[in-house]
């Protein structure tokens, strides 16, 4: 169960959260737990998780090892600050604040692997391609350009998040049956070209609109691996009733 912030909350409102959130978190919870702060508060977060099983992952890298590349921050960056997981290709970033492409995806991804980060890559089709009937085949796109090209080795350290763009925010989730869908279809993909013990290890997350209310259907699908949060990510109660769930 991930927990993105997206750019939100201070080192100090990271501290507060953290503050509330690990009482809320039963000890025995029966899957990983990741939260993704902006690179800004990584280090108070992982202060914040020191003796407990939370982990803390950056919201985006860049590919190169180091260099003139104002504003980025390398995977070994994010490692040492002691970040365990990265996200790869949000729908924010490929449309909004960097467009990036398929290609980018593939060596942000190779990238994290490399550095020992999980990377967990977002896929998910536009407003626009899910009215027209396209979702599944921007999802085949988006899996040749992006993760086809990784080795077995590498395939074996990602997680795929299936994020349908027009779900994000939006209070409008999928539904379990949609979810379900596309998860089978991009586990479909993965056995086309990793076979069928990596497409069956794989960790595919829904994300879009997650929340206390309709975690439970979600999960219920056996091809929903977990879910990427985002709002309700941010409020420690909430998020604690979503990993309860799962
Ligand atoms: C996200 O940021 O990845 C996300 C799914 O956001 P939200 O849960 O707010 O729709």
């Known amino acids: 169960m991930a927990g993105n912030w997206k750019m939100y909350k201070t080192p100090q409102e990271t501290v507060r959260f953290f503050e509330r959130f690990k009482p809320l978190l039963s000890a025995n919870h029966a899957c990983d737990v ?3 702060p902006a690179a800004i508060d990584i280090p108070a977060a992982v202060h914040a998780i020191a003796g407990t099983s939370i982990q803390i992952g950056g919201q985006n890298l860049y590919w190169a090892k180091e260099g003139a590349y104002t504003g980025e921050t390398s995977a070994a960056m994010l490692s040492a600050a002691g970040a365990t997981w990265v996200v790869v290709g949000h729908s924010e970033r490929r449309h909004h604040v960097a467009h990036e492409t398929d290609a980018d995806v593939l060596k942000k991804t190779q990238a994290a692997v490399a550095a020992s980060l999980t990377p967990i890559v977002c896929v998910g089709e536009c407003l626009e391609e899910h ?20 080795t077995e080795e590498q395939f074996a350290q990602i997680v795929i998040a299936y994020e349908p763009v027009w779900a994000i925010g939006t209070g409008h989730t999928a539904t379990p049956e ?11 993909e993965a056995e086309k070209r990793f076979g069928e013990d990596a497409a069956n290890r794989l960790r595919i997350l829904y994300g879009g609109s997650v929340k206390p209310e309709n975690i439970q259907g979600l999960m219920k699908e056996p091809e929903i691996d977990g879910t990427l949060v985002g709002g309700a990510s941010l409020d420690a109660e909430s998020f604690a009733r979503i ?4």
């Open 34 to 36: 990741v939260i993704f």
């Open 131 to 150: 009215k027209a009937g396209k979702a599944h085949e921007v999802l085949i796109r988006q899996f040749a350009g992006g993760i086809a090209g990784l």
């Open 178 to 188: 949609i979810a379900s869908k596309a998860h089978t279809l991009i586990r479909s």
């Open 243 to 246: 990993i309860a769930a799962a």
